[in-house]
C-alpha cells in the first residue's frame, strides 16, 4: 500500500491515491489545480481529503456516479459545488432515490454503518452534466464522456491533447465489470467498453487500479472479455434447467460471497437476472416455470 496522496498526471492535473490504494471501500480520483481547485471523487479516505484541503480551498466535485465508495467524502467539504451526470444526479439528491437506483434495503445489510457511518449520503447536485460537454478550468479542459452500464448516469472524463482518460469504474479490475444495481444495464456497460477501446486513450486512469500506461486496449478488450466467459459459464450450468436461486448457488460471478452473505448474493442474483435476459434476447437461453434453459 502507497501512502502517497498525489502524482503529477501534468501540470493541473493529478492523480489522487485512495486510501488501500483505491480498493472497495475506497476509490481513487483526480485533483485539478487550475483557476479553481477541483476534485473528481471524494472517496480517497476521510484523512487524505483533509490534507487536501489544508493545501486550498476545493470549490468544486466531480462525481462520475453516485457509489458511496466515490461520493462518500464530499460530505468533508460542506461548501463545494457538486457536479454529477443528469441520469445518476436523483441518487445523490435523496436517499430514497438512492435505494430505489440501487435495489438495496436494510434488511441486506447496506450501508455498512462501519465503512460508509449515517448511511446512504445524499447533497446537492450544483450543475447536471450531460455528454460530450467540455469543461473548461482554464490551464485544462475536460470533456465529459457518458459511459452507463455501472450506473445510469456513470461519466468518465477525458484530456484529448494528453490522450488521458479518467474511466471511474470501469476500473481494469481482475473482478471484471460489475452491474449489481437494478438500475445497471449489462448492454449498456458493453457500449460503453467498446466506445473507450475507439477512444484508445494513451493513459488510463481508473478508480479502482491506479494508473495503466501498457497495453490499454488489450486489457480494455480482456475485461470486456469476462462477460463474455460469465455467458458462457451460465449457458454450461443451463445445459439443466436451474432456477435463479439455484444459479446463484455457483457463484459465478463472485467466486465466493464476503460476509454479509446476503448482501454478495444480492448483488449476483441482480448480475446473473441481467445475463439471463441477456441470453434470452440471443435466443440461447429460454423460461419455462420459473426455471432457466439453455437451447440444445
Ligand atoms: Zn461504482
Not at 478550468?137 to 455501472?150: D, E, M, S, Y
Not at 463474455?228 to 450450468?237: K, L
Amino acid at each position: 500500500m502507497s501512502d502517497k496522496l498525489l502524482t503529477e498526471l501534468l501540470p493541473n492535473l493529478y492523480f489522487v491515491h485512495g486510501k488501500l490504494s483505491g480498493r472497495f471501500p475506497y476509490s481513487n480520483g483526480l485533483m485539478i489545480d487550475a483557476e479553481e481547485r477541483v476534485l473528481v471523487d471524494t472517496g480517497f479516505g476521510r484523512s487524505r481529503i483533509e490534507e487536501i484541503m489544508d493545501s486550498g480551498e476545493v470549490k468544486v466535485i466531480i462525481n462520475t456516479h453516485y457509489h458511496l465508495d466515490h461520493v462518500f467524502g464530499n460530505k468533508y467539504i460542506p461548501h463545494a459545488k457538486i457536479w454529477a451526470h443528469k441520469l445518476d444526479a436523483p441518487a445523490l439528491r435523496s436517499s430514497k432515490q438512492f435505494m430505489k437506483y440501487t435495489g438495496l434495503n436494510e434488511n441486506l445489510g447496506f450501508p455498512d454503518p462501519i465503512r460508509f457511518p449515517g448511511g446512504p449520503y445524499s447533497c446537492e447536485v450544483d450543475r447536471e452534466l450531460v455528454d460530450g460537454e467540455i469543461l473548461d478550468f482554464g490551464a485544462l479542459r475536460l470533456q465529459v464522456i457518458h459511459t452507463p452500464g455501472h450506473t445510469p448516469g456513470h461519466i468518465a472524463l477525458y484530456e484529448p491533447q494528453a490522450g488521458i482518460l479518467f474511466s471511474g469504474d470501469i476500473d481494469l479490475t481482475p473482478f471484471g465489470p460489475w452491474y449489481g444495481n437494478l438500475c445497471s444495464d449489462l448492454e449498456e456497460f458493453i457500449g460503453s467498453i467498446r466506445y473507450l477501446i475507439e477512444l484508445n486513450p494513451k493513459v488510463l486512469v481508473t478508480s479502482h487500479s491506479g494508473i495503466i500506461t501498457d497495453n490499454i486496449t488489450t486489457r480494455l478488450k480482456e475485461y470486456l472479455e469476462i462477460l463474455n466467459i460469465r455467458d458462457h459459464q451460465i449457458i454450461e450450468y443451463l445445459q439443466v434447467a436451474k432456477t435463479v436461486e439455484e444459479l446463484v448457488d455457483q457463484k459465478i460471478i463472485y467466486t465466493r460471497f464476503p460476509e454479509p452473505q446476503r448482501l454478495y448474493r444480492f448483488f449476483e442474483e441482480v448480475m446473473i437476472r441481467k445475463h439471463l435476459q441477456y441470453l434470452i434476447g440471443q435466443g440461447k437461453v429460454y423460461t419455462l416455470n420459473q426455471t432457466f434453459k439453455a437451447f440444445d
